[in-house]
């Protein structure tokens, strides 16, 4: 007989289900959704990595581990910095829970 899987609604923060404290969930969310639009960026420009790393004046292992998802490895700044270097605008939005 199959066991039955329990399934748990997610926060919508993959960082916060898994265990990380509110604020670095969130530090962790804000930059991987901006090294998944780096990436996309450079697939959509056609970029290799060596032609990547000559337009954000970094080198090409930095580029690799951009690509290969090393989050630890950039700053909320960097990775903005780098945006900003292919053409891209960051908009910030804040929103506050209702107060209990």
């Known amino acids: 007989m199959a066991e039955k899987l329990k399934m748990t609604k997610g926060s919508g923060n993959v960082y916060r289900d ?3 404290s509110e604020e670095e969930s969130q ?3 804000i930059r991987s959704k901006l090294m998944l639009e780096l990436k996309r960026r450079i697939e959509q420009l056609g ?7 000559g337009r954000l ?3 090409q292992p930095r580029v690799s ?16 910095a780098m945006l900003a ?3 891209g ?4 939005s804040v929103t506050f829970k209702k107060a209990a």
């Open 27 to 29: 530090d962790l969310l």
């Open 18 to 20: 898994i265990g990380f």
């Open 47 to 53: 970029l290799t990595q060596v032609k990547t790393a």
């Open 89 to 92: 605008r960051v908009n910030v």
């Open 65 to 80: 581990n951009l690509i290969r998802g090393k989050i630890s490895v950039f700053s909320t700044e960097t990775l903005i």
């Open 85 to 87: 270097k292919l053409g």
């Open 57 to 59: 004046q970094v080198t």
